[in-house]
């Protein structure tokens, strides 16, 4: 993600109180943690994510975020919820193409059943006013499974380590 | 840190040492004494606001899990506390933190010992008689090892703006 853009494709992140269950809620669910399967809807969310930057549809990007979502990107302020994400990324992606990404988990930690948290690299290539350049960063995510048995990112923090401009 | 420092941050997430183990039942108390654990988060911030303002890296990768991975805008990814420590001890070489402001936003007791924190830093670095300051954001993950310490096992910081005293 472009420096402002930070990750307009990319997500991730970490915990919050938004994020994770309720104290309340955690007391009357003992079950145990099928780590294999968190792991896997956490890593399964990436190329969701990613088939939807890359083809623009902010709506299938919007879907995959909880609605309380934080992202907290260098470059950006604080978005928060998924209508404050729609009126900061609707808007830059109009004017920007994210010509690929991709996100490479480094870590993921199943927290509970409907609860992941992740980190990992980034690397997205994105094309404004006719400039293309690819950013490469780093990622924090929490990803969890909302009522509806969807994943969602509910957090993510972000920044690039380095950005460089793309020759054509 | 050399950029960020930030490393006064607190805040989050994310590691194996603070999250339940794999496949194991998820044995949550029946009530979490989330009042203890925020005092026991208070603490550790003052204890790295002090150590990182005393320019003491040993005491200030201490704070850390063994194995904490730290992830800070300007440094290279770090993993376990020798690196974390390395970190530190360039760091300090180079700047002294003259105030270390760290204020969390948003703490989230998920277990007796577990916990998660955002928030945002402020830090002052004299670098050879200049002054500068730096404002960022982190996100922290704690966890509370069987000594009944709370380290910290994740830590993503990145500053938001910088300025130069003249």
Known sequence: MPRRSAF???????????????????????????????QAAATGFWPRWIAAATTGDTAAMGALLADSVRIDSKGLPPVLGRAGWMTVFETMLKGMKVESEAITPEQTTAVSNEL???????VETTTTA???QTEYGRYAAAIRKDP?????????????????PVKK | MRYSSTTALAALLLSAACTPAADTPAATPATVDTAAALQ?????????????????????AALHGDSAGVDIFGLP?????????????????ARKYTL?????????VRTDTEATEIGTYHNMHDVKGTIDHEWGRYIGAFGKGPDG?????????????TKVDK
């Not at chain 1, 509806?148 to 690039?160: I, K």
């Not at chain 2, 026991?40 to 200030?60: E, F, H, K, P, S």
């Open chain 1, 130 to 132: 006719g400039k293309t």
């Open chain 2, 149 to 161: 310490q709370w380290k910290i096992q994740y830590i993503m910081a990145f500053p938001d703006s």
């Open chain 2, 77 to 93: 990814r770090l993993r376990g506390r020798p690196a974390i420590q390395a970190a530190f001890t360039a760091d300090f070489a």
């Open chain 1, 148 to 164: 509806d048995g969807q994943w969602r990112l509910s957090y993510v923090m972000s920044f690039a380590d380095s950005t460089l």
């Open chain 1, 116 to 122: 992941a948290y992740q980190t990992g690299d980034f």
């Open chain 2, 40 to 60: 026991a988060l208070d603490a550790l911030r003052n204890q790295y606001i002090a150590l990182q303002n005393a320019g003491d890296a040993a005491g200030l």
């Open chain 1, 8 to 38: 307009p494709g990319l997500l991730l992140a970490a915990a919050i109180a938004a994020c994770a269950p309720r104290v309340e809620d955690q007391a009357a669910a003992p079950m145990a943690v099928d780590t294999a399967a968190v």
């Open chain 2, 100 to 108: 270390t402001e760290i204020v969390p936003l948003s703490r989230n």
